[in-house]
T-cell receptor, first 114, second 115 residues
Framework: EAGVTQSPTHLIKTRGQQATLRCSPI?????VYWYQQALGLGLQFLLW???????NRGNFPPRFSGRQFPNYSSELNVNALELEDSALYLC?????????????FGSGTRLTVV | AQSVTQLGSHVSVSEGALVLLRCNYS??????LFWYVQYPNQGLQLLLK??????LVKGINGFEAEFKKSETSFHLTKPSAHMSDAAEYFC?????????????FGPGTRLSVLP
């Protein structure tokens, strides 16, 4: 089966611009998670979507937002980009209700803000 | 609230030596525990997981981990390190009581393998 796919692979934006990152989960997976991995800061939980609804968000400002589409793909939007938003953004998916299966991660989008 | 600690942000071993990466967790209910590996510029790949049953879990690439409830630990081991094992390793915890909210990841341990 196809894995979790993220696009684009790399994204370079200027401070103040908006960035849109996309994620397609594994077929049959209804939950999508977004994580930020900044240099030296580990994995920081951003957002969780399940069945089209935002279920939980991490400790990030409102300019980080997203949505999940009817086909369970997801989009992460970052407005008013700041230099510290430069990071690897990882998307993960899992079957709804099956916590024990763990997440399957995509390869990430490397966002660079200049 | 759940939490995960990984002792040692960086571990170096010689090729062929034992690999031991430590993970301790806190959880108010029986946890699900996971180890993930991340190679440079890639996403995370599941190495192994503990849900229920046998406390010694075998994963891919010769890794295994043992769930010790009394020590709240889930250390990752491999008898003989290979150069290709050099990567970042993350321990994670989740549980049914925290259904789907999110996994909690440890800070990661970078493993270097010396020739």
């Amino acid at each position: 089966e196809a894995g979790v796919t993220q696009s684009p692979t790399h994204l370079i934006k200027t401070r103040g611009q908006q960035a849109t990152l996309r994620c397609s989960p594994i077929s049959g997976h209804t939950s999508v998670y977004w994580y930020q991995q900044a240099l030296g800061l580990g994995l920081q939980f951003l957002l969780w979507y399940d069945e089209g609804e935002e279920r939980n968000r991490g400790n990030f400002p409102p300019r980080f937002s997203g949505r999940q589409f009817p086909n369970y793909s997801s989009e992460l939007n970052v407005n008013a980009l700041e230099l510290e938003d430069s990071a690897l953004y990882l998307c993960a998916s899992r079957r709804g209700g099956e916590v024990s299966y763990g997440y399957t991660f995509g390869s990430g989008t490397r966002l660079t803000v200049v | 609230a759940q939490s995960v600690t990984q002792l040692g942000s960086h571990v170096s071993v010689s090729e062929g030596a034992l690999v031991l990466l430590r993970c301790n967790y806190s959880s108010s209910v029986p946890p699900y525990l996971f180890w993930y590996v991340q190679y440079p510029n890639q996403g995370l790949q599941l190495l192994l997981k503990y849900t229920t049953g046998a406390t010694l879990v075998k994963g891919i690439n010769g890794f295994e981990a043992e769930f010790k409830k009394s020590e709240t630990s889930f250390h990752l081991t491999k008898p003989s390190a290979h150069m290709s094992d050099a990567a970042e390793y993350f321990c994670a915890v989740s549980d049914e009581g925290n259904y789907g909210q999110n996994f909690v990841f440890g800070p990661g341990t970078r493993l270097s393998v010396l020739p």
